[in-house]
């Protein structure tokens, strides 16, 4: 019968864990990389390799992971603290009642072609992104339209004031070399970089363009080889790459030659809270958990987790607490801010009527306090912060379960029990997606938010405003009362339907000699982000060989 | 030879009943084990093995002796469930083939023949991810595609059995088919089948740990061996050797157990051997 399968397999694994154990961390001697000085090689997660090209239309910067397309120009940019900036645009405003948005966009910008860029290719690639896009929301642009060469005007079928955060991750096409058949393998943009050349699954060279409008840039060729993270591992200790990605596990590692970046992020990881009781839905999905519906629970939960010990155990302390889906960034709420104070925790418990039972589990009515905690499978990492939250609740006296569950079921599961996710991004439109409520959406009569159940008018309120401010900056501040004004929000004091534990730390080897540029805050996902601005890395000569 | 005729049975014997012991305390200590094995501790992550922690401990502190251990006994209690499921379709299927007609047999060799066509890690894979994954999944991925094999064995044998005098003659005394089958075949069958049956378990055993390993079967947070492997590939380049090792090695020391297992057994249920 067959047995040779599994047993080569097995065979190779135990052979593989030997050589694993005797393959100690040397020094990378190689020096392959870098050595004119004006290049870079970098290793990221074969994930980051964009499946559909890098076609805008297809998810190529502004998909789920945003970032700067490089190849592409934008209209405008995020500046490091967040706040928006130009890069085409030289002027952006919008009209009284939200629903116009004009942009004045210089007139110096040339695709790689030769050709210049003119406001009817930004119309062109609005409409089309609109037409096509899978992986972003443009159901709020009516359509967009060249009114000369540099005037572009967007027609919105509702206000939306933070149109500019859409607009600093939407690459510019060429309206007359733009075939979406080919276009994502040879992209043509006017942006700081030409792809030069792409190896699916394994490495994108991406060579600087001598065209470009703005600062030249610094590094001339970019190197992105696409490799699982322990395979980046080796390549590093062979001395193979300059930049490479990793996690808190290889991070008590030490490489001669290399030292360990962590750069800041909002890539946060957190748990919902139904904030209904359980019942079915109209499709018979459950819906609502009967422990997190009260909301003395859900504070206590939220007091009662030591979010630094998280960090410390999970991430070998590379990342910081997180308290909300925004830390850090312009519209982000500092009431978010919650002390981890477990006897306030036993209190509000023994306050909502669970009270300590014989085994340690708290009790309400003959019920037990139970959850089943959700993870990704797969992901060790958001395994272990559920199984740290677990044994954390533990001591509060909530019994956890955990169950790796995969995406096809996860959304339809998160419903009715806590699932551990992973958000962050460079746009508000991430409160709004989390805690305004859906039309249809509706459990028992009553509107829900998407991905957990949790309803409040005033919240949605305040993101509605927020939406049709015709003043962006000023908009932060609705966004921040959305989270709370005083009275409500979805805050310690508020609701509090999501309990945010950390913001995990993109951790990347950098070679010594390497000047990696000032980063923003990175969004969720670890990947192309750490490039934004790749233009401006350098190398100081001490490093030349 | 005559030292040796004294001894095969007797230490045949012992053996099987030194084996089954075994199997059956690795199985009851994982049962017990289940809850210590998924219990994590920050405090101890990543040791070393050593007299405290005998096969160290991984990267969220669980112990992986424990680990090893309640793995195992899922193994076995997922390889005896999908053996036995396997055995049984093969038995009805096999007899089934050999008694009820050609147009039977055709219809059942051909489902023989596309089953075994199929390798059999695919086909695991396709009915566990058709079935949900999980628990589940496994044991209908693995139990319905072990059986053919045993099927076309007992099919062969009910077919020799077929035109036996003793067989003919029942027939003609006027005993039913579905009488002659159960009375008469059976007993002469059960040697070849509770073989087939114990050789099934290696099988069944390995390809579940595969399955897991490849992510199409149980989930991350069950101690089983598939799980316990392809995590540790991730911290292989790391130096931390035994969090693969001994799993590996405890995984593989089963799945021989139980195929010198059948292979004894047969020594002993054989009328051939039996009396070596």
């Known amino acids: 019968m067959r047995r040779r399968g599994p047993a080569a397999a097995l065979a190779l694994l135990l052979a593989a864990s030997l050589a694993g154990g005797c393959a100690g961390t040397k020094a990378g001697e190689g020096q392959a990389a870098g050595r004119d000085g004006r290049s870079v090689v970098i290793a990221m997660g074969p994930t980051s390799e964009p499946e559909a090209g890098f076609d805008p239309a297809y998810g190529w910067g502004a998909g789920e992971h945003v970032h700067e397309p490089l190849i592409q120009s934008t209209l405008t940019v995020t500046n490091a603290d967040l706040t928006i900036g130009y890069d085409l645009a030289m002027d952006c405003a919008v009209s009284e009642d939200g629903l116009t948005w004009t942009v004045k966009i210089r007139d110096d910008a040339v695709f790689t072609d030769g050709e210049p860029l003119t406001a009817s290719d930004v119309a062109f690639t609005y409409n089309t992104v609109k037409a096509e896009s899978s992986v972003n929301d443009f159901t709020m642009l009516d359509h967009a339209e060249a009114a000369d060469d540099v005037t572009v005007l967007f027609h919105m079928t509702r206000p939306f004031s933070v149109w500019p955060y859409t607009m600093a991750v939407t690459g510019i096409l060429p309206e007359h070399a733009y075939d979406s058949a080919t276009y994502g393998s040879d992209p043509i943009g006017s942006g700081r970089y030409m792809l030069k050349q792409w190896d699916r699954g394994q490495q994108v060279i991406l060579e600087a363009n001598p065209d470009y409008y703005g600062e030249t840039p610094e590094m001339e060729q970019v190197t992105i080889l696409f490799m699982e993270e322990d395979a980046a591992f080796l390549a590093v200790q062979a001395g193979e790459v300059d930049v490479a990605y990793t996690s808190a596990v290889y991070s008590d590692q030490e490489i001669r030659g290399y030292s360990l970046a962590a750069y800041e992020s909002v890539d946060n990881r957190g748990f919902n809270l139904p904030a209904v009781k359980a019942s079915a839905d109209g499709e018979g999905r459950k819906v609502g958990n009967d422990l997190t519906a009260d909301v003395r629970v859900r504070r206590a939960i939220n007091t009662g987790v030591d979010r630094q010990e998280m960090i410390d155990h999970v991430l070998n302390g590379y990342g910081s607490p997180a308290y909300s889906v925004c830390d850090g960034l312009p519209w982000y709420s500092g009431a978010s801010e919650v002390p981890y104070d477990p006897q306030e925790a036993a209190r509000l418990l023994d306050e909502a009527g669970w009270t300590i039972g014989g085994d340690g589990v708290r009790e309400k009515d003959g019920q037990k306090a139970q959850l089943t905690l959700l993870y990704a499978t797969g992901d060790s990492v958001r395994q272990a912060l559920a199984a740290d939250f677990a044994e954390q609740m533990g001591e509060l006296g909530i019994a956890c379960q955990l169950e790796g569950v995969g995406w096809d079921t996860a959304y339809d599961r998160a419903q009715s029990d806590p699932l551990l996710w992973g958000w962050g991004s460079h746009t508000p439109m991430e409160l709004y997606n989390l805690y305004h409520t859906i039309d249809g959406n509706t459990v028992d009569g009553r509107e829900q938010a998407r991905y957990s159940p949790y309803a409040n008018e005033t919240v949605d309120s305040y993101m509605d405003q927020a939406l049709v401010s015709s003043d962006l900056e000023a908009s932060y501040e609705l966004w921040q009362k959305a989270q709370w004004d005083g009275t409500t929000g979805v805050t310690q004091e508020g609701d509090i339907p999501w309990v945010w534990l950390v913001n995990v730390d993109h951790l990347y080897w950098v070679r010594d000699g390497l000047q990696v540029a000032q980063q923003k805050i990175h969004p969720h996902g670890h990947g192309w982000s750490l490039v934004n601005n790749v233009d401006q890395w350098s190398w100081t000569q001490a490093s030349e060989p | ?276």
């Open chain 2, 1 to 276: 030879m005559r030292r040796r005729d004294k001894n095969r049975r007797k230490s045949t014997v012992v053996f099987l009943a030194a084996a089954l012991a075994l199997l059956a305390a690795v199985t009851v200590a994982g049962i017990c084990l289940e809850d210590a094995a998924a219990a994590t501790d920050f405090s101890r992550t990543n040791l070393a093995p050593s007299a405290r922690f005998l096969f160290g401990t991984d990267w969220m502190g669980r112990d992986m002796f424990v680990r090893t251990l309640a793995g195992l006994s899922l193994s076995i209690r997922i390889g005896i469930l999908t053996a036995a499921v396997s055995a049984a379709v093969a038995l009805v299927l096999g007899t089934a083939a050999a008694l009820l007609g050609p147009r039977a047999d055709a219809v059942i060799s051909w489902c023989i023949d596309l089953v075994m066509g199929i390798p059999h890690i695919l086909l695991v894979m396709l009915i566990s991810l058709a079935c949900g994954k999980g628990f589940a999944g496994v044991v209908a991925g693995v139990s319905l595609s072990h059986w053919p094999s045993l099927a076309r064995v007992i099919r062969g044998e009910v077919l020799q059995l077929k035109s036996a005098p003793y067989i003919l003659a029942a027939r003609k005394l006027g005993v039913s088919r579905l009488g002659t089958a159960r009375r008469h075949m059976l007993p002469h069958l059960f040697p070849q089948f509770l073989t087939g049956l114990i050789l099934l378990f290696p099988h069944a055993i390995l390809h579940e740990a595969s399955v897991t390993f490849l992510g199409f079967g149980l989930s991350s947070e069950q101690p089983a061996v598939g799980v316990i492997l392809s995590e540790s590939m991730q911290y292989l380049t790391t130096g931390r050797w035994w969090l693969a090792l001994f799993p590996g090695l405890f995984l593989v020391a089963v799945v021989v157990l139980f195929a010198l297992l059948g292979e004894r057994a047969r020594y002993l249920l054989d009328p051939a051997s039996a009396h070596e």
